[in-house]
């Protein structure tokens, strides 16, 4: 099992979170309420958790080359809920963590 998280910057973590889960609820078992979620992707896990300012993210998948495919589908979703709002994606490997710029 491979492992990456990353925190970023954004206004309204828990407006990210609702959006990105409402998006894939219908492909995927999602769960979440207003300070996380979780989507069970066909490439792996990925757990979101609200922050002060910041959204953590953090992706399992059963390999890196998965891993680094999950990290790509996340941020450009995630950037797409996101509308205007720029984000900064740094994806750190293992546990939850990450950086925040």
Avoid: N, Y
Wanted: with cysteine.
């Amino acid at each position: 099992m491979s492992a990456s998280s990353a925190r970023i910057a954004t206004q309204d973590p828990p407006r990210l979170i609702r959006r990105l889960c409402k998006h894939w609820a219908h492909k995927f078992p999602v769960s979440f309420d207003e300070r996380q979620g979780e989507i069970q992707l066909p490439l792996g896990r990925c757990l979101l958790q609200a922050g002060d300012g910041q959204l953590q993210v953090h992706l399992q998948a059963s390999d890196a080359e998965q891993v680094q495919r999950l990290q790509q589908v996340v941020a450009e979703h995630l950037q797409r809920m996101a509308g205007d709002e720029t984000l900064d994606f740094v994806w750190g490997d293992g546990e939850p963590g990450g950086h925040v710029r």
